[in-house]
């Protein structure tokens, strides 16, 4: 089971501006946080919505996963 935010033929790169030296880290759809290069802190990425709510999420992207977002 997939859906659309999760499945790897939808991986996206998105931008995101690390926090503490405005940074722009890229950061992979299917990836919770990175390190930026420059300052060695940890940009997040926001949770896809579909991981809050979908009733498969936890078979969709796995469950090492799946906990590591809902620890968070
Ligand atoms: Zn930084």
């Given at each position: 089971m997939k859906c659309p935010g999760t499945d790897p033929r939808f991986l996206k790169v998105e931008v995101k501006k690390c926090?503490?030296?405005g940074y722009e880290v890229e950061i992979f759809t299917d990836e919770i946080r990175v390190k930026?290069?420059?300052?060695?802190s940890y940009v997040y990425r926001e949770i896809p919505s579909c991981i809050d709510w979908c009733r498969y999420a936890k078979e969709c992207i796995g469950e090492k996963k799946w906990k590591e977002l809902k620890e968070k």
């Open positions: 926090s503490k030296c930026c290069p420059r300052c060695k």
